[in-house]
């Protein structure tokens, strides 16, 4: 039987609101593997306060909105990648489409 798919978006904010977030993180990490045998989990995370402060440091220069994005959704995956290593799930690459998601 394949396991139902629950999506959560964890905002960068709540992962480090001004440090990484422990005791939070280690609660919604019980949670999570307890309910495995049921569900299947995707997590999407936030930049946070992280990315906003890379995108508001950017000068105004030429592209600028562009290297706002990339710095943005690079946060957003150094989150990602954070919280591989935090569920110890270390060969669990960062999908990049749906496709990856899906696989």
Sequence with gaps: MK??????SLGGSVII??????KFLENFKKTIIKNTKKYSFVIVCGGG??????????????????????????????NGKFLTYFFQQYNIGIPKNMRDIEN
Excluded: F, H, W
Excluded at 3 to 8: C, D, F, L, P, W
């Design 3 to 8: 396991k139902e798919v629950i999506v959560i």
């Design 17 to 22: 609101p001004d440090k990484i977030n422990l």
């Design 49 to 78: 306060q992280t990315a906003r402060n890379y995108i508001n440091g950017i000068p105004d220069i030429k592209n600028k909105k562009l290297y706002q994005t990339l710095l943005g959704i690079a946060s957003t995956r150094l």
